[in-house]
């Protein structure tokens, strides 16, 4: 071919000829983009530390279970009835048939378990007309004739309502804390039904929610360094704690149903009826006890 020939601009040649030097380029600047990206993410990838951030753990506190009747820590040295159930200082199995002696254990831990949620719920209850007078000074503050007086007034009933439920929060009952700041393990009761050992979980009601601290870091008036409460951040802790209210409920409930149960299961070995003893797991990883919301 001749070097010297040049295509004429508007001839077909010469478009074909443009257009392959125009994808060339195209894809010699992507190829260079590419290549850049490349690069810098290896030296980022190389001069990156690993994360030393702490793996969070589970709920705060150990785990706890009603036997004999009070809130202990198992002892895994213990075999699966007395660490569970009766205790090792029990002397029903002594004086008494076997299967009558352990039901009464049962009932037992589950009549210890009702007083707790008891006392659970009348410390909500107490939480709840708190949470009524810190809304009545909000109101009370938002009302067009408050002066500087009433709304001091009402910034001091305030804050004796938050005193009060920071009291609340406090409340021991049979030397086990009945609410909890965050997440924590629930103290269990071991229950025998069709022919297993079941788990229940008496659960603390949690106070560290985010529309109860809220509510506990708030004002309604002053120079404080709290910030001012609305009516948006008081219905919040309300639904939080009505929520509390009735898991408080649901529970008392399951907990009286088992001890019905077990109240008429007794009733039939002292008339001279028969009562199997459920064995016990014989598969560690789901520990020693059934627990029929685990996939919940």
């Excluded at 990838?45 to 279970?65: D, Q, R």
Aim: proline content about 7%; hydrophobic content about 35%; glycine content about 8%.
């Amino acid at each position: 071919p001749n070097p010297s020939f040049r295509p004429h601009s508007g001839s077909k040649l010469y478009r074909q000829s443009f257009d392959s030097n125009q994808f060339l380029q195209t894809h010699h600047s992507l190829f260079i983009s590419i290549t850049k990206i490349q690069l810098m993410t290896m030296k980022h990838l190389s001069t990156t530390k690993p994360s030393t951030k702490p793996i969070p753990s589970g709920p705060a506190g150990f785990a706890k279970v009603l036997v004999g009747g009070r809130v202990v820590r198992p002892d895994t040295e213990l075999p699966f009835l007395e660490r569970m159930v009766t205790g090792s200082g029990s002397t029903h199995l002594e004086v008494k048939p076997r299967e009558a002696a352990i039901l009464e254990s049962v009932a037992s831990n589950l009549e210890a378990g009702i007083k707790i949620v008891d006392q659970q719920e009348l410390g909500l209850a107490k939480i709840g007309g708190k949470l009524a007078d810190i809304s009545l000074s909000l109101n009370t503050c938002k009302a067009p004739k408050a002066d500087i007086s009433v709304r001091e007034r009402a910034q001091r009933d305030l804050e004796i309502a938050k005193a009060c439920i920071r009291e609340i929060s406090q409340f021991v009952y049979a030397d086990t804390p009945l609410f909890a700041n965050g997440p924590s393990k629930a103290v269990t009761i071991a229950v025998p039904n069709r022919g297993d050992w079941e788990g229940i979980n008496i659960t603390r009601p949690d106070l560290g929610l985010p529309g109860m601290q809220t509510v506990l870091k708030g004002k309604v008036h002053g120079d404080s360094k709290d910030f001012f409460l609305d009516s948006a951040s008081i219905r919040r802790a309300f639904d939080e704690w009505r929520t509390h209210c009735i898991e408080n409920r649901l529970l008392w409930g399951n907990l009286k149903d088992r001890l019905h149960g077990v109240f008429r299961k007794l009733t039939e070995v002292d008339k001279g009826g028969k009562w199997t003893l459920p064995r016990f797991p014989s598969d560690p990883k789901l520990g020693p006890l059934r627990r029929p919301n685990r996939n919940n």
